[in-house]
């Protein structure tokens, strides 16, 4: 196996499943480091066990509220003394809402801001300054194909996605005039095979994962929804120097559909 990542110290956030959890096992096979954070630090926990038994004293796990100031901070220091400091964030934690702008409660709305746009701007403000003593350093903040494009449907989800796509960008361009060496990028997946795609999923009119699965694959050009590893090996590049001329960028995981 290849080390693209090696030398690499990455925090992830939402590691205890989901697209968190494969990206976590796939740097760490590709030679990183990795501390997975979660509100759920049990899962988390058990990835990195996972991680461990495969890539010894490859991961740690973190209790970790990404809405939260206070809740970064502690992590931000627990991660950087743990891995002897770190050169890639992954703000990956997020949650989803399917309500049009009538159906959405306000408190659903905020929610929704909090954990996916609140998190991935506390995380790159307070990353940097230890990423700055580390560099080259790389963030990757998750955005979706639903920040590029909308439904009518997805008021609060399409607002916040949008919301970390332009961040990203503002975040590279703030680092590069600083003279940081620190880039920043974003992933735009459309219906990856994870807990969260079959939570909105059931929006559709069935919990059944095989029928979400087949309906969802109909809107993508090629026919099937993606696999975490679609989004892991396009985080990795993103994590290596393999991309060190890359800042300020999105990269659509979407099978096709924003080529229409």
Not at 82 to 88: D, E, K, Q, R, S
Not at 154 to 162: D, L, V, W
Not at 190 to 215: L, N, Q, S
Request: proline residues 3%; charged residues 20%.
């Amino acid at each position: 196996m290849s080390q693209r990542l090696a030398g690499k110290r990455a925090v992830i956030t939402g590691g205890a499943s989901g697209l968190g959890a494969g990206m976590g096992m796939r740097f760490a096979e590709h030679g990183a480091r990795v501390a997975l954070t979660d509100l759920n630090l049990e899962g988390a926990r058990q990835v990195a066990d996972e991680i461990n038994a495969k890539y010894p004293d490859a991961a740690i796990a973190l209790a970790h509220d990404v809405a939260d100031q206070q809740s970064w901070e502690q992590v931000l220091h627990q991660a950087d003394a743990a891995l002897g400091g770190f050169n890639v964030l992954v703000n990956n934690a997020g949650i989803g809402s399917m309500a049009s702008v009538e159906d959405e409660t306000l408190e659903a709305f905020q929610k929704v801001i909090s954990v996916d746009v609140d998190s991935v701007f506390l995380g790159c403000k307070l990353a940097i300054p230890y990423m700055k003593q580390h560099q080259p350093g790389s963030i990757i903040n998750l955005s979706s194909i639903a920040g590029l494009y909308a439904a009518g449907n997805m008021a609060s989800y399409n607002a916040a996605k949008a919301a970390v796509w332009l961040l990203s960008k503002s975040v590279a361009l703030h680092c590069a005039s600083a003279g940081y060496d620190i880039r920043s990028n974003s992933l735009h997946p459309t219906f990856i095979r994870t807990p969260i795609m079959y939570e909105m999923g059931a929006a559709i009119g069935t919990t059944d994962k095989a029928e979400i699965e087949r309906k969802l694959a109909r809107s993508v050009p090629l026919k099937r929804v993606g696999e975490p590893d679609d989004v892991s090996y396009a985080a990795i590049y993103f994590a290596s120097d393999e991309s060190r001329f890359i800042t300020g960028v999105e990269l659509k995981i979407d099978g096709g559909m924003s080529a229409r």
